[in-house]
């Protein structure tokens, strides 16, 4: 019988372990109950639909491919990845390829593009440790065979070359693991405390034998070359006595190590790890329990204590799968083959793996002013949030699912800007800025949850430090610069020779002005509306691109929309999109509609083209918007083709399914989106517009709110086109949804087919709202009443095209149009 099955064992463990580290008990917390069907039944498993494999392997697209994700365990939004590394260093410490395993680490960021955490691994070891982990590393990787390798939601399962068995499982905030060694060798397991991905200033590691415990810390940090620094504490208990222990610090291996004053074995340095062996005589297997703290010893073995008690490691993993289960039941599809509901739940899932919760079951946390703190009860601390990437599609998701966990990352986001002076990150890693990638993301972030309804947290204070950190111009000795350029960007009204940065800013400055609206501040939400419409200073008439600009106003020349000079991680011709939520500004720029549906036609020639070429790079998050920009240009059957072509595509249910870094859920909630026919196309607002669905049938429920019913009837890979919609139970021709049925739910019920048709969803009137702010009125030379489009915010040159200057015109087609923030609200209320 395995040893973790004797939960006597561990109940006395722990609790010793508890009371002697003046830790209060608790039982283990409950567990939601596996989803019921209708009937009240047991609904179906959908973890099995799951393949964490996905990502782990590059395919050669292009440079950014290869998902770097991670197989390891972990629980949804779980602070502990208990997963393995692979002998060539990844970002997600996984490379399906590679056939060694050098440990299996706490810690991981899944879909990174830069290595990151990795840390604290743990590697068993059939045989002895004479030679240093630090200096001969190699000794002690162990090959492993797929064939030998299970991963499931919380669960991972590996045979390695040595015969021994690794079984994984995780809570929130600790591990259980399982190691069974092979018969007669000598059974030891390794804690390389200082051997996180990126490299650890400092570690120390504690072996106590006579309560079977070794606990520590690491200090690491420095993702993507940032200063970016961080302790992770750990504290592991295992199940069977200690045979022996030892330690090592670069070269040196000090078998029975250096006694503390408590009879204990230390180690520290920067080179440095603990070890301990087993006697397997009586049983094979070893069973440990680890607890995670960014805090303290004492918080991690008090998490893992409270989230594990004297539970059995099958007992961990089952409970596990039931919150992976319940979380995949938010969105139930029906029909579609098991290749489609595969990579449609493994991409959920991983859309759920991050942001992480930071504090510890008792609430304290590390904030960013390196102090303590205390969040509110029945709520969390949040880290690790890639605003680049998330702020475009998953910030959505996540509020619609589940807007108490958004609130809380929003909440956690001003928690820590607040902390450090009300300073955004744009990349943050822990408790510490790391600075990655370009733009202002977070407003855009906490704009959007706010707008999907996730509104519990301090948006008025939130708002109030995001306008203090978009308006203030920091010095050189900054610890951390929010928005380099600022002060051009505020004088100029552009960063020089920097295209994106400059419309990152201005994407994130409606996000400022967007929340501002709803929360009454007309003052601040007019001031970054007008700021929002930067934009407009790279556009260059003469060539009718976006393009980067000098200093002294001039535009490059000769310009090639294929280079990537001014542009982050893409062109011109991939940029040219990047103004979200004012589409049909930009298109009457570009010369309108007969202009605009060429060029996506040219740029959609191929989808995932990569950086260097002037077509869609679907596989990097600054094409993601592109496909639905069809449907601000009257062409919605266009935005269903392509959507359904990267669908069909560019994923898949296998190790190579992933189209570029997913970037911690970022382009795995793309496709979340696309598979149910929506996309929140404008970060900051609701609306959703529309391709069509993949599956028959789709319901989204939301954590305590309305659900989303869809129905398309014959839907498959090969039937995108819409020829008719009816929202709840009212006929449609509009590509888009309002703000008001993701806030208030409904049934959607298209008719498919496998033809396109060109004239649903055409019509003037049917485009999505754009948002450009008020328009002050043009000088005239006569005392005409000022024009109704430019008094309601609309794109003048819209109404001019299809009414005649300055003739009078029916005055709601502007409405219609949709164009400014009254027409918005006029349609609100319909």
């Given at each position: 019988m395995p040893v973790l099955t004797k939960s006597w064992r561990w109940g006395r463990l722990l609790l010793a372990i508890a009371v002697t580290a003046g830790i209060p008990t608790a039982a283990t917390p409950s567990v939601r109950a596996a989803t019921e069907d209708g009937a009240g039944g047991v609904a179906q498993d959908l973890t099995r639909y799951v393949n964490?494999?996905?990502?782990?392997?590059?395919?050669g697209r292009t440079g950014y491919d290869g998902g770097n994700t991670f197989p390891g365990a972990d629980a949804p939004f779980g602070m502990v990845q208990w997963s393995p590394d692979t002998r060539s260093p990844q970002p997600g410490g996984y490379a399906y390829t590679d056939h060694e395993i050098r440990g299996f680490s706490l810690t991981h960021l899944s879909g990174a593009g830069c290595t990151a955490a990795q840390d604290l691994p743990f590697m068993p070891h059939a045989g002895t440790v004479a030679a240093s982990p630090a200096t001969e590393p190699d000794t002690y990787l162990d090959g492993f065979s797929h064939d030998a390798e299970s991963a499931r939601p919380g669960y991972y399962s590996v045979t390695l070359a040595s015969g021994t068995k690794v079984e994984l499982t995780s809570t929130q905030r600790s591990g259980a693991g399982r190691f069974t060694y092979p018969a007669g060798s000598t059974a030891s397991l390794l804690v390389d405390v200082s051997r996180s991905v990126r490299g650890a200033s400092d570690a120390r590691a504690t072996v106590d034998k006579a309560r079977r415990t070794i606990t520590g810390h690491v200090t690491s940090g420095g993702f993507c070359g940032s200063r970016n620094r961080y302790?992770?504490?750990?504290?592991?208990?295992?199940?069977?006595?200690?045979?022996?222990?030892?330690?090592?610090?670069?070269?040196?291996?000090?078998?029975?190590?250096?006694?503390?004053?408590?009879?204990?074995?230390r180690v520290s340095g920067a080179r440095s790890g603990a070890y301990v062996t087993f006697d397997t005589s009586r049983s094979q297997t070893v069973g440990v329990k680890v607890g995670l703290s960014y805090v303290s010893v004492a918080g991690a073995a008090e998490n893992a204590a409270r989230e594990q008690g004297a539970a059995a490691f099958d007992t961990v993993a089952e409970r596990t799968r039931k919150q992976?289960?319940?979380?995949?039941?938010?969105?139930?599809?029906?029909?579609?083959?098991?290749?489609?509901?595969?990579?449609?739940?493994?991409?959920?899932?991983?859309?759920?793996?991050?942001?992480?919760?930071?504090?510890?079951?008792?609430g304290r946390y590390i904030g960013f002013d390196g102090r303590v703190h205390t969040v509110r009860e029945g709520h969390h601390q949040y880290?690790?949030?890639?605003?680049?990437?998330?702020?475009?599609?998953?910030?959505?998701?996540?509020?619609?699912?589940?807007p108490n966990v958004a609130s809380d990352i929003a909440q956690s986001m001003y928690n820590q800007a607040h902390q450090a002076g009300d300073v955004w990150d744009r990349w943050s890693v822990d408790?510490?800025?790391?600075?990655?990638?370009?733009?202002?993301?977070?407003?855009s972030i906490l704009a959007s949850m706010y707008a999907f309804g996730a509104t519990d947290f301090d948006a008025a204070a939130a708002l109030a430090s995001m306008v203090k950190g978009a308006t203030t111009i920091q010095g050189a000795g900054a610890r951390y610069v929010e928005r380099p350029g600022l002060a051009d960007y505020l004088s100029l009204g552009y960063v020089p020779?920097?295209?994106?940065?400059?419309?990152?800013?201005?994407?994130?400055d409606f996000g400022i002005a967007a929340l501002a609206g709803r929360l009454g501040d007309t003052g601040t939400r007019t001031t970054f509306m007008q700021r929002a419409q930067k934009w407009r200073n790279l556009f260059n008439p003469a060539s009718s691109w976006i393009q980067p600009r000098s200093r002294d106003g001039s535009f490059g020349s000769p310009f090639n929309p294929a280079d990537g000079k001014g542009y982050v991680e893409g062109n011109a011709a991939q940029y040219q999109w990047m103004v979200p939520y004012d589409l049909a500004g930009l298109f009457s720029a570009m010369g309108g509609n007969g202009k605009v549906v060429p060029r996506l036609d040219a740029f959609f020639t191929e989808l995932n083209a990569g950086p260097n070429a002037p077509h869609a790079f679907l596989g990097n998050e600054p094409s993601l918007n592109a496909p639905w920009a069809y449907v601000y240009a009257s062409a919605p059957y266009r935005t269903q083709n392509v959507v359904r072509r990267a669908?069909?595509?560019?994923?898949?249910?296998?190790?190579?399914?992933?189209?570029?870094?997913?970037?911690?859920?970022?382009?795995?909630?793309?496709y979340v989106w696309s598979a149910l026919g929506m996309y929140p196309q404008v970060p900051a607002r609701a609306e959703l517009v529309l391709a069509s669905p993949l599956f028959p049938a789709v319901t989204v429920h939301r954590d305590g709110g309305p659900s989303m019913r869809i129905s398309a009837p014959g839907a498959d890979a090969d039937t995108p086109y819409v020829h008719a919609l009816r929202v709840n139970g009212t006929a449609s021709s509009r590509a888009w949804l309002p703000e008001s049925f993701v806030r208030e739910g409904g049934t959607l019920d298209y008719t498919l087919g496998a033809t396109p048709d060109p004239a649903w969803?055409?019509?003037?009137?049917?485009?999505?709202?754009?948002?450009?702010?008020?328009?002050?009125p043009r000088p005239t030379a006569t005392s005409r009443p000022r024009h109704h489009c430019a008094r309601q915010g609309c794109h003048p040159g819209r109404c001019h095209r299809h009414h005649g200057r300055g003739r009078s015109h029916h005055p709601g087609r502007c409405h219609a149009r949709g164009h400014g923030q009254t027409a918005h609200r006029s349609r609100e209320a319909e």
């Open positions: 964490p494999f996905v990502g782990t392997q590059k395919t302790r992770a504490y750990f504290s592991a208990v295992f199940d069977q006595p200690f045979d022996s222990v030892g330690t090592w610090h670069d070269a040196l291996v000090s078998p029975g190590g250096d006694k503390g004053t408590h009879g204990d074995v992976w289960n319940a979380r995949l039941h938010q969105i139930e599809v029906a029909g579609g083959t098991d290749i489609q509901r595969t990579t449609f739940y493994t991409a959920l899932y991983h859309s759920l793996l991050q942001p992480n919760v930071f504090d510890d079951v008792n880290a690790n949030f890639s605003g680049w990437d998330i702020y475009r599609c998953e910030a959505q998701l996540l509020a619609l699912l589940a408790n510490d800025f790391a600075g990655v990638m370009n733009g202002d993301p977070y407003h020779d920097d295209a994106s940065t400059t419309l990152e800013y201005t994407t994130a669908v069909n595509t560019l994923w898949g249910p296998g190790p190579g399914g992933e189209v570029g870094n997913d970037d911690l859920g970022t382009l795995s909630s793309w969803g055409a019509a003037e009137g049917d485009a999505p709202p754009s948002f450009s702010g008020e328009q002050p």
